[in-house]
């Protein structure tokens, strides 16, 4: 019998992802004592997810992780094929002929709904796509969002997501100059009308998601006030247990951010950053596009460290010109690969995917999507040490030979991009980035990116 991980038979191993549990899983995969061959898929031309695509342009330092992603991708046993859509271009059952794994990284790529009438108003939009516009993803450069006709905007929600929505809304184009904020995004901007944001929460300030780095920026800005009421800051009995309560370190860091906001006169920037707490959107409403959100007071209810959001009825008006809905991300099915309709994971024990073959996960398509990037580094382990331990009870795959899965690929017009020609894409955008004082301008469609490579 075929000794899968020695040095004769390496350990075949898809990765289907190229973000951070992707990445965190051939290190761990190289890491381990088995011999493994690795294959990252990407279904854009460039690797590194919601590292590229989803943190904010304004948060290089935290972009700097990908230095340790290119090491893991100098590893000769390492490939990338990129521009590669499993479950379009090759179907999973296909790529287990090729591998004797494979480990899905693919994230939570779409939104959860709020449910809500006037959701699909023109208007309302999912953080998401905001995202994905201002980061050159090129999923999103044809949405528009009327930013120059809107004065006041709405977010729903108060995780990172939504900080980041409401400090790109809130920065000067010269605090966004230097970082890799898309230049269509970055003019369009420029034209924004934009002069109040609503941080809207269901629950209160020591509920509240965003982490104690990310609100304290929003009160260090060159032309954006933070506004917090004192009333919304009066603390439950409830409350206070939850803070008192061990490892809630990050609760009593960002209550005393929003205390010092709260106790701040108003400010005299010409941004207001509005930060409500105890609210609910119930519905959007607007003739032909958004006019206003109708939002629900909410009390708290539960034991401390659980306490749930519940109408009290109590309803305001809020006019308003846009909405955006930061309530959450949430994975998208795959055929061939079984999936938990509710959690939007596929469903999994450490990382082994139930009722399937050989089939593994790991980051927010295992977890949801929670957590910092280097939580999917312990994520990603906690999958390979599975894949370890069932290694002695895995089938060799069919057909171990690369160069048959690349005609397989060719014979379907698929381009493959390799990480040389993601490198070639790369030193392009930085050298444009460096014309303009920007650490990289990026390229936003994949028919630029193409047209870089055949240069
Ligand atoms: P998140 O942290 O889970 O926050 C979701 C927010 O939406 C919460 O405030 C939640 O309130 C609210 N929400 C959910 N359903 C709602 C509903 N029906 N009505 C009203 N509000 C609702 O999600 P995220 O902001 O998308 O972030 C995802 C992960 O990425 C997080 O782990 C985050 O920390 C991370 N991230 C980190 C950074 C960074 O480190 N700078 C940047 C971006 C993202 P409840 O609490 O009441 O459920």
Partial sequence: MTTLGSETRPLRVAIVGSGPSGFYAAEALFKSDINTSVTMFERLPTPFGLLRGGVAPDHQRMKSVSKAYDRIATNPNFSFKGNVTIGQDITVEELQTFYDVVIFACGAETDKKLGI???????????????????????????????????????????????????????????????????????????????EIYLIGRRGPVQAAFTELEIKELGVLEDADPVVSEKDMALSEADSTELDGEGNGKARKNVAILKEFADRSGGTKSKKIVVRFFQSPVRIEGTDRVESIVLERNELSGEPGKQKAKGTGDTETLPVDLVFRSVGYRGLPLEGVPFHESWGVFPNDLGRIEGANQLYVTGWIKRGPSGVIGTNRGDSKETVATILEDLITLTPCNTPDQSELDQLLASRDVRVVTFADWQKIDAKEISRGEEVGKPREKITSIEEMFAVLDN
């Fill in 117 to 195: 009438p006037g959701e699909a108003l023109p208007g309302s939009h999912t953080a998401t796509e905001f995202v994905g516009w201002y980061n050159g993803h090129p999923d999103y450069q044809s949405r528009a969002f009327a930013l120059k006709d809107a004065k006041r905007v709405a977010i729903i929600g108060q995780g990172n997501v939504a900080i980041d929505v409401t400090r790109i809304l809130a920065k000067t184009t010269e605090e966004l100059s230097t970082s890799d904020i898309a230049q269509s995004a970055l003019d369009e901007l420029a034209q924004s009308g934009v002069e």
